[in-house]
Nanobody
Framework: VQLQASGGGLVQAGGSLRLSCLAS????????IGWFRQAPGKDRAFVAA????????LYADSVKGRFTVSRDNAKSTVYLQMDSLKPEDTAVYYC??????????????????WGQGTLVTVSS
């Protein structure tokens, strides 16, 4: 299983970025993908999750209304659209996958496979 996160970069506060997570080695249509982030000196934290079953989506309270997670099963890719970015969104963003048919979860311990991370920096 490989997860490749991409799309990070430097953006000003109030701007937008879209992250992508390309999954391989999994049956994507039955795999839930989560997004987590780790800011300097802090623990890795849940951001959003897209379950394999349509419509089952989770968000952290801190990103609700600003971030949108979606998936393209044909491309085996999950996206994280990040709008109205704030300096406190600065972190390395990771995508992770659960085993088949498990729903998305807010707990990082529930995920079995992790990507390498992509850095998002939001300047004030």
């Amino acid at each position: 299983v490989q997860l490749q996160a991409s799309g990070g970069g430097l953006v000003q506060a109030g701007g937008s970025l879209r992250l992508s997570c390309l999954a391989s080695g999994v049956t994507f249509t039955s795999t839930s993908i989560g997004w987590f982030r780790q800011a300097p000196g802090k623990d890795r934290a849940f951001v959003a999750a897209s379950s394999w079953n349509p419509g089952n989506i989770l968000y952290a309270d801190s990103v609700k209304g600003r971030f949108t997670v979606s998936r393209d099963n044909a491309k085996s890719t999950v996206y994280l659209q990040m709008d109205s970015l704030k300096p406190e969104d600065t972190a390395v963003y990771y995508c992770a996958a659960r085993r088949r048919y498990y729903y998305g979860s807010t707990s990082l311990d529930d995920y079995d496979y992790w990507g390498q991370g992509t850095l998002v920096t939001v300047s004030s």
